[in-house]
């Protein structure tokens, strides 16, 4: 009997654990740990362990599909990328190539997304490329970017544990991020403080030395009146404000405007709590700050970021271990997906596409007369460019937006007003059945390449077993349809040569390869020669911006689009679950994960629960302007009153039906966290 481990890297969350696959007659039979992996020594959460039961389901795609007359019809390869390519070519000619966007994919491999962004500017020749970070960390990119000019986590994840104190704001961290959640407990064993801002008394609160339950959407209204105590008390870093930053006056006329006074009915909590934990924040002399997406998925999910960000630089809290300002990203490869330039204004490294330099760089290494010179569509601009008609051709790479993306029943009309729809997945997702192609591809733990963990370390994945059928690797795929369009530039013959590349014109990558990424020791961007080791600590001795500073902004508190009324009283807000990974397809089809949760639900307070005349475990319906689902109730004190609290996660009780597409002005980013919606017994 053929047994072997392989070693390799967890396909679910963005923290990026290291795990060994049990191999058996050419099946995944089990995970063990890996103990020498240098972030969580073999320990894994219950996604991590139960990771291999996705991977040989009888429901994986194993042969390219065609939709005719209504009906998915098996194809052969040859078929279906013949049909792809002269569609393209024929779309790009006709109507011309912005109408056609790519999306590429928080799972996929760092060199599979370089090779869609490519695709789109270089095969389709249009800007609109993205992918659903736009949905999670879109606000930290931008926000970050704007204060310290670089949007990724200051800090490590096992640093975490040297801080004296753990500010936590937006992110279930023992739920979402379990081996983050580790540092945490870490740092309280050895006397770190906690605290943890959520409208719901999570896993992580239950952690907290201080719980601060607030109303969702009310951010920086909290950050302000903190500052406000920090600054009318003396409490900043006045040597780290005079010798590293930028603004302060800006920022110190809109913070005195903010007293917790007047935070205390915005945000719902009591003014003098906001004094106690400003001054814990302030004083600790080592505080981190974790959040995630109850910071960014806001329209004013920028600005909250940027309040973070200020509250961090007047109290000189980043650029030394212990401290520093943390997005924790949710997906596998999020961070690796941004890095590769699957966003609509930048290239690989962040680099702005709008810049003559260059793009004449690019177009000259990938034989080109030039790249599209804009700026393109994000994820929700590309639906509704769909659903009037502006854009008529998309191709997606491993998302699911019929479950993640905002106010699903537009998303749902926009694909469907698409002439030729492309989707590429391991399994037949709910988006996959609208499309005209559906294409098979190989899981992560059946190819090599590499991912980015949230903490900006990049790591080799090992192929365990060979995929399903006739199903390629994303990057294979990809290359097939740009041969076949005629177009150089994609006759990459395996994931190392891709790399290769962008090494090659990603100057945060530029001193990586596989052979360092062999040793499990941690490289971590920026890593921009051969004998570089790595940045374990961002922003040392200086910010990334050319001055070299950190810029502070005064950032006046707005309300969310949408607030309770009459017809609409109550806030719904969303997330996520620690036995379940984004839209389901794949922890769903997990028998361990899924019998664990097997469906969604709605938690609402027992007071308002008493007034709508809800029993715990009762069928109610959820209602908003967009939409209607049917859930059971889970009565219950954890969520704050006035709102409700529904997962994300299960098609059938899609939260996504009720969220609401207002977005972020800068990043456009979708308003996932709040809106308004009422309850009614069914
Ligand atoms: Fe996988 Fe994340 Fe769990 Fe680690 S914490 S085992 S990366 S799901």
């Known amino acids: 009997m053929d047994i072997k481990l392989v070693p390799t890297i967890c396909p679910y969350c963005g923290c990026g654990c290291g795990l060994n696959y049990v191999v058996k007659d050419e099946k995944i039979v089990g995970v063990e740990p890996w103990k020498r992996h240098p972030l969580n020594e073999g320990k894994l959460c219950p996604k991590g362990n139960f990771s291999h039961e996705f991977i040989h389901r009888d429901d994986r795609l194993t042969t390219p599909l065609i939709k005719k007359d209504g009906k998915f019809v098996p194809a052969t390869w040859d ?3 013949s049909l792809i390519a002269s ?7 006709k109507y011309g190539p912005e109408t056609m966007a790519c999306f590429a994919s928080a799972r996929s491999t760092n060199e599979e997304n370089f090779v869609m962004q490519k695709f789109a500017r270089v095969a389709i020749g249009t800007p609109n490329i993205d992918h659903c970070a736009r949905l999670c960390h879109g606000t930290s990119v931008a926000g970050l970017a704007k204060t310290l000019g670089s949007g990724a986590m200051t800090n490590t994840i096992t640093d975490i544990k040297d801080s004296k104190l753990v500010f936590i704001i937006g992110s279930n961290t023992l739920e979402d991020h379990p081996l983050v959640g580790r540092s945490v407990i870490r740092a309280k064993e050895s006397g770190a403080k906690i605290i943890v801002c959520d409208p719901r008394f999570n896993m992580t609160a239950k952690q907290a030395d201080i719980y601060v339950p607030f109303k969702s959407g009310t951010d920086v209204a909290l950050f302000n009146a903190m500052m406000y105590t920090i600054l009318s008390e003396g409490l900043e870093n006045k040597e780290f404000i005079k010798n590293r930053t930028k603004g302060f006056d800006a920022l110190k006329e809109e913070v005195m405007k903010c007293p917790p006074e007047w935070a205390e009915p915005i945000t719902g909590v009591p003014a003098d709590t906001i004094r106690k934990i400003a001054r814990m924040y302030a004083t600790s002399g080592a505080s981190s700050i974790l959040f995630a997406m109850g910071i960014t998925q806001h329209a004013t999910g920028t600005d909250n970021v940027v309040s973070v960000s200020n509250l961090a630089l007047i109290c000189g809290m980043i650029g030394r271990p212990g401290v520093g300002i943390n997005p924790l990203r949710g997906q596998n490869n999020v961070q690796g997906a941004c890095d590769m330039g699957c966003l609509p204004n ?3 490294g962040y680099q702005a596409v709008i810049n003559d330099e260059l793009r004449k760089k690019y177009a000259g290494l990938w034989n080109v007369a030039d790249l599209p010179n804009k700026v393109g569509l994000t994820i929700v601009e590309t639906m509704n460019a769909a659903d009037e008609g502006k854009v008529k051709g998309l191709y997606i790479m491993g998302e699911n937006p019929m479950v993640s993306d905002p106010n699903v029943n537009h998303v749902k009309h926009a694909l469907e007003k698409l002439e030729f729809l492309v989707v590429q997945d391991i399994f037949l997702t709910e988006t996959a059945e609208l499309a005209s192609v559906v294409l098979p591809a190989a899981a992560g733990p059946e190819k090599q390449g590499t991912y980015t963990s ?18 390629k690797a994303d990057w294979e795929i990809i290359c097939s349809i740009a041969k076949k369009m005629g177009v150089k530039g ?4 395996s994931a190392k040569e891709i790399f290769q590349e962008v090494a090659k014109v990603t100057p945060q990558y530029a001193g990586m390869s596989y052979e360092r990424l062999e040793k499990p020791e941690a490289l971590h961007w920026p890593c921009p020669a051969a004998d570089h080791a790595g940045t374990p600590i961002l922003h040392v001795p200086k910010f990334s911006h050319p001055d070299g500073l950190g810029i502070l902004f005064g950032v006046p508190f707005k309300p969310p689009a949408e607030v309770p009324d009459a017809e609409y ?3 719904l807000t969303t997330g996520r679950l620690l036995y379940h990974y984004h839209t389901g397809s794949m922890s769903r089809r997990s028998h361990t994960l899924d019998a664990e949760v097997p469906t969604g639900f709605l938690e609402i307070n027992p007071e308002d629960a008493a007034k709508l005349g809800v029993k715990d475990g009762a069928k109610v319906k959820v209602k908003t302007r967009r939409g209607e689902i049917e859930i059971n109730a889970k009565v219950t004190p954890n969520i704050i009153k006035n709102h409700v609290f529904v997962p994300f996660h299960f098609w ?13 002005p800068f990043a456009k980013m979708p308003e996932l966290k709040v809106c308004s919606c009422k309850v009614e017994v069914v």
């Open 346 to 348: 930048v290239v690989s």
């Open 87 to 93: 569609k393209f070519t024929e779309m790009k000619a």
């Open 652 to 664: 059938e009780c899609s939260a996504n039906k009720l969220t609401i597409d207002a977005l972020d």
């Open 569 to 571: 009283p109550l806030v």
């Open 79 to 81: 078929e279906a990328i």
């Open 454 to 471: 949230t903490e900006r370390r990049v790591q080799l994945l090992r192929p365990a077993v060979k995929p399903p059928g006739q199903a």
């Open 490 to 493: 994609f006759d990459f013959n």
